[in-house]
């Protein structure tokens, strides 16, 4: 059985939509303590000089919290810049209009969501239909035997081929037996020029709309 082990995201980037996509079981870390370091609360984003984050401010009291329990600081005006921060650099795109209005929708329905987590998983799943991909997914704090420790977890679950986040050794306890979920990241037209691997996956959509199965099928 293949296991993913990825803490939740909004918009996750090609690295940890392939370790899902190749998984049996995917499994969202919402028990383990949240990090400014990880990508929760954040995504990168395409820019004319590389790349830039985006990201949503975390309430000061709830740092050290478990992810399931981290609040979105709503009294910081976030949500203009993340919005601006998209119609800046992906108005050009090829399907950025087709679905600016929707994403601007779900933005503005985060006020409403007091927890982090409650978010991501809102918007992931918006973002799953988008995409039309299908990934079952649980949160660990519904896995009975769940253990934080990935070897055990592998051993409680009968997992023989591991997964995790790419490069999140800062935040995410790392097993030996981890294998690389894409070792060869798809190289695909952006708006700007060149090109710059591990952009969340907004940038796939802005830029490929329905048609972004094509590179999508390289990830799994």
């Not at 303590?33 to 984003?45: E, G, L, P, V």
């Not at 709503?74 to 949500?79: A, C, P, Q």
Request: net charge negative.
């Amino acid at each position: 059985m293949h296991l993913a082990l990825i803490q939740p995201q909004f918009a996750p980037n090609l690295y940890d939509l392939a370790a899902m996509l190749r998984a049996d079981q995917v499994l969202l870390q919402d028990v383990e303590t949240w990090s400014r370091k990880s990508r929760c609360h954040r995504a990168k984003i395409r820019i004319v000089q590389g790349t830039q984050w985006i990201n949503l401010p975390i309430k000061t009291e709830d740092k050290g919290l478990p992810v399931n329990e981290v609040r979105i600081n709503h009294d910081e005006d976030w949500l203009e810049p993340f919005q601006n921060a998209l119609n800046y650099n992906y108005r050009n795109s090829v399907y950025y209009d087709f679905y600016e209005a929707e994403i601007s929708a779900l933005l503005n329905e985060a006020k409403q969501f007091d927890k982090l987590l409650d978010f991501d998983q809102f918007f992931f799943d918006h973002l799953l239909r988008y995409l039309e991909l299908d990934i079952p997914y649980k949160l660990t704090s519904q896995i009975e035997g769940y253990d934080p420790n990935p070897d055990r977890l592998m051993e409680n679950l009968g997992a023989n081929v591991l997964f995790q986040e790419h490069k999140a050794k800062n935040y995410q306890r790392q097993s030996p037996q981890t294998l690389p979920a894409l070792t060869n990241h798809p190289v695909y037209r952006q708006h700007f020029e060149g090109f710059e691997p591990g952009c969340c996956v907004l940038d796939l959509l802005f830029q490929y709309g329905p048609e972004s199965f094509r590179i999508l099928d390289e990830l799994s």
